[in-house]
């Protein structure tokens, strides 16, 4: 039996495969696009492929992610911030502070010591604090936004960017460009305001894990968020899984209670 969790974001869809026991089998990932079923088969197919999974084997599917209400073929739908919990524990069995960076919003969710969720904030106002922040500066300076990330690496000073809006902000860091700042204290200006927009959405407790597509790829954020909290901050391996891990985790806790409740009757 093979248990599967798809996780249609608004920028990328994740899939992780699991079997019986939550042992990770397979991923794939794909830009989400247009078409949130027709990408969700696609990332499906492309963590079976990784999984081996032998075709025509039985499988459990649990949507999650901005896309899941269109994932027809699933056997059950969760919310993001279900998942991001599961997910997270799995690996993590520990009270703690996620704050999840995707593609268009921020989450904040506060977990207890028994992996239940005590209560969460989500930011979708605003791009700022996002990763669509990030994406439309790089897009704008004609750059891919993992070449800002190591530019940012050797950049200094501690100042966000003065522009909250992202478009202001691309703006912005052309002018300054223009001006003959230095790139990579530029960048380094960048990442700070996400996560100064970010830090802005709540108090993050003592233990804290990244998770999402911002942190998984650009590891300069989880450096700067350690320089600015007290607390200890975790970025867990496959960050940018971690829901669709939690929606294969929910699939096969749902199967196996409703396989010990029919044994039961
Ligand atoms: P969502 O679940 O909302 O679709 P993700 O958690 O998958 O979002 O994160 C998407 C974000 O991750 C993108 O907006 C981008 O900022 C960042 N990202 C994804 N892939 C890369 C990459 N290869 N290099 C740099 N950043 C990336």
Known sequence: MYFTGIDVGSTFSKSVICDEYGEVLGRGMLRTGADFKERAVQVLEAAKADANYPEGAPIRIIATGYGRNNIDFADGVMTEIACQAKGVFHSIPEAQTIVDIGGQDTKIVFVG???LVERFIVNRKCA??????LEEIARRLDK???????????????????????VFAS?????????????????RSMFLSVVARVMELATFGDKITLTG??????????DLIREKVKGKVT???????????????????????????????
């Open 113 to 115: 010591s028994n992996g």
């Open 128 to 133: 700022a604090g996002t990763g669509a922040f």
């Open 144 to 166: 891919e936004l993992s070449e800002l990330a190591q530019l940012a690496q050797n950049g200094k000073g501690d100042r966000a960017l003065s522009s909250y809006c992202t």
């Open 171 to 187: 703006s912005e860091v052309l002018d300054l460009l223009r001006r003959g700042v230095d790139i990579h204290d530029l960048a």
């Open 213 to 222: 597509g911002v942190v998984a790829n650009n590891p300069i954020v989880a």
């Open 235 to 265: 970025v867990p391996d496959y960050a940018q899984f971690t829901a669709a891990l939690g929606a294969a985790i929910i699939a096969k806790e749902q199967f196996q209670k409703q396989a010990k409740d029919q044994s039961a009757t």
